[in-house]
């Protein structure tokens, strides 16, 4: 098979390309920019474009199919080539598919813990000794890509992500995925860009479990209010429906228990949304025929996925925590759960407004109470950011009427955000910073050791 990746260097798209290479695929790929890690990731596997920008010369007959990335727009040269050609286009998630189609596919999807719940998935399975395809948001450790498909696997399990398929195919990524197993974490109003109203996200997600495949099985969240009104007006007598609710659980001197029958299993992660992310891996797993004890003789050697509460550094009484959170369930939980882990320390939160949700005036009360748990907030945002997603402008007034904290500090320069934070005496104090950006560019683990002592967490 010869496939060509059009925005080859996207985090999805590269790693699926590397993936289809692993494969025996002959792959070739374009973009108008390419960053790290793909750069790097691509050129280490021979896949990284001899030339910058795209080249309709490179699409021939000779290619069996074209992968389209996300970020590729709908007039691209190479796109309209195809298209002349009559080659068969591809959107990430239906080459996902069309590689899986004979799979028993996991679909993780919901609005927080997507990409836990799938690692936690993938740990198991891969401790269980059970072949698997899979595709992950993250690096998680013992897994060299975040998409790998195999001709034997029986399994497949996806992270199944709400936004957009690609530039010529407005639907939802996880409704191409058809899952026989399929996992709703939660449903809180994200992606407003595109689902201008809460009705219209949550109804993405009735939508999804109407995709399940007959004789399937739904795993969901019996904790979420909106989570439980869509699976109540599912018209789906033909699939099962299995609740669940946090995994029981203590916590003893700083660190997590899961209390499973007359035992008690360390695991070295923490937090409530964790131990429900544990829940709905477990359902998921058991669904699959993996015992109760294969799950806990796994999961308790699973210290998580990059950037989901990545303890970056520590020493004796400070700890700095990094997470990928943005939405405002997602970032309360976090903050949540990073207090209730310490809570004889105070808490310092960093958060910057990135997505195009965070970035709208209109959506920034979302986040009203999100860092109540936290003893000092601090909010960044760049105003470049804001220019190139073509948003109306805001000013830090409108973030701090938003978060409805008056002590909150808005920053729109990361150099006078990190000189405020080294100023800071860390003494019993933790930082939790919390991006799905990079902080202008803020080398974020040197900030970590520096203030711990340059005592760096291995």
């Given at each position: 098979m010869r496939v060509h990746f059009i925005a080859i260097g996207g985090s999805a798209m590269h790693n699926l390309a590397i993936a289809m290479k692993l494969k025996g695929y002959r792959v070739t790929g374009s973009d108008d920019e390419i960053f790290e890690p793909s750069l790097s990731r691509l050129k280490k596997h021979g896949l990284l474009p001899s030339y910058k920008g795209w080249n309709p010369e490179m699409i021939t007959s000779e290619l069996d199919a074209i992968?389209?990335?996300?970020?590729?727009?709908?007039?691209?040269?190479?796109?309209?080539?195809?298209?002349?050609?009559?080659?068969?286009?591809?959107?990430?998630?239906?080459?996902?598919?069309?590689?899986?189609?004979?799979?028993?596919?996991?679909?993780?999807?919901?609005?927080?813990?997507?990409?836990?719940?799938?690692?936690?998935?993938?740990?198991?399975?891969?401790?269980?000794?059970?072949?698997?395809?899979?595709?992950?948001?993250?690096?998680?450790?013992g897994f060299d890509t975040m998409v790998a498909f195999s001709d034997d696997s029986e399994f497949a399990v996806f992270e199944g992500d709400e936004y957009l398929t690609s530039p010529i195919d407005p639907r939802p990524k996880f409704h191409l995925y058809r899952p026989n197993i399929a996992i709703i974490s939660g449903i809180s109003w994200d992606h407003i860009n595109v689902f201008p109203t809460f009705?219209?996200?949550?109804?993405?997600?009735?939508?999804?479990?109407?995709?399940?495949?007959?004789e399937g099985t739904l795993i969901y969240s019996a904790d979420d209010a909106e989570v439980c009104s869509v699976v109540e007006t599912a018209n789906r007598n033909d699939i099962s429906f299995i609740p669940y609710k946090t995994h029981p659980y203590k916590t003893n001197d700083g660190k997590c228990k899961l209390i499973a029958e007359?035992?008690?299993?360390?695991?070295?992660?923490?937090?409530?949304?964790?131990?429900?992310?544990?829940?709905?891996?477990?359902?998921?797993?058991?669904?699959?025929?993996?015992?109760?004890?294969?799950?806990?003789?796994?999961?308790?050697?699973?210290?998580?996925?990059?950037?989901?509460?990545?303890?970056?550094?520590?020493?004796?009484?400070?700890?700095?925590y990094l997470d990928f959170a943005h939405s405002p369930s997602k970032v309360k939980a976090t903050v949540d759960a990073v207090k209730s882990q310490y809570p004889n320390r105070q808490l310092v939160t960093c958060f910057e407004l990135h997505t195009f949700s965070s970035l709208n005036k209109k959506f920034l009360s979302e986040y009203k109470g999100a860092f109540d748990s936290a003893d000092f907030a601090y909010v960044y945002f760049n105003p470049h950011t804001i220019e190139h997603k073509k948003l109306e402008p805001i000013e830090p007034n409108d973030v701090m009427k938003g978060f409805g904290r008056s002590d909150l500090k808005v920053f729109t320069?990361?150099?006078?955000?990190?000189?405020?934070?080294?100023?800071?005496?860390?003494?019993?104090?933790?930082?939790?910073?919390?991006?799905?950006?990079?902080?202008?560019?803020?080398?974020?683990?040197?900030?970590?050791?520096?203030?711990?002592?340059n005592r760096v967490v291995k």
């Open positions: 992968v389209l990335g996300m970020h590729a727009r709908a007039d691209n040269p190479e796109l309209q080539r195809a298209k002349e050609l009559g080659i068969k286009i591809y959107s990430y998630p239906e080459y996902l598919y069309e590689q899986s189609k004979n799979k028993t596919r996991i679909v993780v999807g919901g609005s927080h813990g997507k990409t836990t719940i799938t690692s936690m998935i993938m740990h198991v399975l891969k401790h269980a000794g059970l072949k698997f395809d899979y595709m992950v948001g993250a690096q998680l450790k009705q219209i996200y949550k109804d993405q997600f009735t939508r999804f479990i109407n995709l399940i495949e007959p007359d035992q008690l299993i360390d695991i070295r992660v923490f937090g409530g949304h964790n131990l429900k992310n544990i829940a709905a891996a477990k359902a998921a797993c058991n669904t699959i025929g993996v015992s109760d004890n294969e799950f806990y003789n796994a999961i308790k050697s699973f210290e998580g996925a990059a950037k989901r509460l990545q303890l970056l550094a520590r020493n004796d009484f400070t700890s700095v320069s990361a150099e006078q955000l990190v000189n405020d934070i080294e100023q800071i005496d860390w003494r019993n104090k933790n930082l939790l910073i919390m991006t799905s950006g990079n902080f202008g560019g803020t080398d974020l683990q040197l900030l970590a050791d520096k203030l711990v002592g």
